[in-house]
């Protein structure tokens, strides 16, 4: 038989070891805080109807033309892989009616992983992960700010210090209108220095204009007037209000006029968390904004929201470049059972049982050549006792426990075990 090789697709990852363990800690870190800001979970499909993201997030954005993995299914239905999570949310609220007066705003929260057909390099993905939310129905600047401290706490908590919180405000479609025709003439004796996309986005839509990554459009786009030059009096209000109350909070931000974000569906407020030790052109820890429109683009009420997605890849990366460790809540007991007996499996089963009925974490070594070896693999797996068995200790009914920190040893009565792990390490349970 000829031997299979397959690897992982390209721009995709397995994770496992350490990155579980980096993992784990965002994840937890993240759920307590949205409980403690009260964001309760959801949970969409990985694929929707290829309509869901390319009229939301626009059909001339990046990603709606290159990105995306759109397949028929075998009914010929157009599908796709979600590139994001906001489409998705925006639809399934919509479709089960959840936003009712009572819970304004609707604050939800998700973990996915997400699909873009990227060029994959160092903190680009094809398949990578976001941890999102989504608080649908007011448009009280102090929502704005909520999640933006939000975002911003999530990163202190983690152990970030440098990153910087940039925010700006792109209007409502009145502001976004005038703009456009103001931009149009600016771009118009520029068109020929354009790469062919952007030529088209001058036809389609300008905005995006502003996303592409070629250095020529770059250079064009930053020379351009500013968005925020154009807003309407209430737009001005409205972005006043949030940084004052980002200000009450005491965060640290900085308006920056040149971010616009690359999907066409926000509106007003958007921000972002950048680090200067991502490379530029994927800096962003993570990012957000206003999308005041979408939910009515979906047939829903006329209703407002704002949201942010955060790269979970991304985040671990730069948590392992800059040396933060995962913090692993509290020190545990882990006992590794090691056994050279020539019977005995069922002595060794009612020690296994009793210990892990005591919420103690516990393996056997399995490899069982040498009591030496067992317990250098105990020390290099980070157990911390040791539980030594051999015929001896079957036929005395006790059992030899070795403290892997201070290396003492001691030989006890088979019922004196947890209360001697217990004496050992402080605590019996690991709760
Ligand atoms: P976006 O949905 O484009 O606003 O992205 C939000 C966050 O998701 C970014 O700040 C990144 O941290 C992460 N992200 C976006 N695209 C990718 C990708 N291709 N690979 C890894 N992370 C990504």
Redesign the pocket.
């Known amino acids: 038989m000829i031997a299979l090789v397959i690897n992982s697709p390209r721009g995709t990852a397995d994770i496992y070891g350490d990155d579980i363990k980096y993992r784990n800690f965002v994840i937890n870190t993240v759920r307590e805080l949205f409980e403690v800001f009260n964001f309760e979970e959801i949970i969409t499909p990985a694929f929707e109807h290829t309509g869901v993201f390319s009229r939301s997030i626009g059909e001339s954005t990046d990603i709606v033309q290159k990105e995306m993995y759109t397949f028929p299914d075998r009914k010929g239905r157009s599908l796709t892989l979600r590139p ?1 999570g906001t489409a998705s949310i925006v639809r399934a609220v919509v479709e089960k009616k959840m936003l009712i007066s009572e819970n304004i705003p609707l604050k939800l929260f998700y973990i996915g992983n ?1 699909f ?1 057909y ?1 060029r994959p390099q160092k ?4 398949e ?1 992960w ?1 941890i999102g939310v989504e608080a649908l129905g007011s448009d009280d600047p102090m929502l704005d700010a909520e999640i933006i401290w939000m975002l911003n706490k999530i990163f202190d908590q983690l152990g970030f210090k440098n990153l910087k919180l940039l925010i700006n405000s792109i209007g409502c479609s009145r502001c976004r209108d005038n703009f456009i025709i103001r931009f149009k003439d600016f771009i118009q004796p520029e068109i020929a220095g354009l790469c062919g996309d952007c030529k088209n986005r001058y036809q389609k839509n300008p905005l995006r204009i502003f996303d592409c990554k070629v250095p020529g459009c770059k250079a064009i786009a930053v020379r351009s007037p500013k968005i925020t030059e154009f807003l309407c009096d209430s737009c001005i209000v409205h972005f006043g209000k949030v940084k004052e109350a980002l200000s009450d909070l005491s965060l640290d931000y900085k308006v920056s006029d040149d971010l616009v ?3 066409d569906y926000y509106t007003g407020t958007i921000f ?1 968390m950048v680090s200067s030790d991502l490379e530029s052109a ?1 800096n ?5 904004g206003r999308y005041d429109r979408l939910l009515m683009e979906f047939n829903g009420p006329d209703k407002p929201a704002i949201g942010f ?3 979970l ?3 671990i990366m730069l948590m392992k470049d800059l040396g933060i460790k995962y913090i692993t809540s509290k020190s545990k007991t882990k006992a590794y059972i090691i056994s050279i007996a020539d019977t005995g499996s069922s002595y060794i089963l009612s020690i296994l049982k009793e210990l892990r009925d005591g919420g103690i974490i516990c393996d056997i070594d399995y490899l069982g050549a040498s009591i030496g070896a067992g317990i250098k693999r105990a020390g290099k797996k980070g157990f911390n006792i040791a539980v030594i068995i051999g015929d001896d200790e079957i036929n005395n009914n006790t059992i030899t426990i070795k403290d892997l920190k201070s290396f003492k040893q001691y030989n006890i009565n088979k019922d004196k075990l947890l209360e001697k792990i217990s004496e050992i390490t402080g605590a019996v349970k690991n709760d």
Do not use: S, V
């Open positions: 994001e997400m873009r990227e903190g680009r993905m094809r990578f976001q974000r690359g999907f972002e994927q962003a820890l993570g990012g957000g997605a955060i790269g890849d991304r985040t």
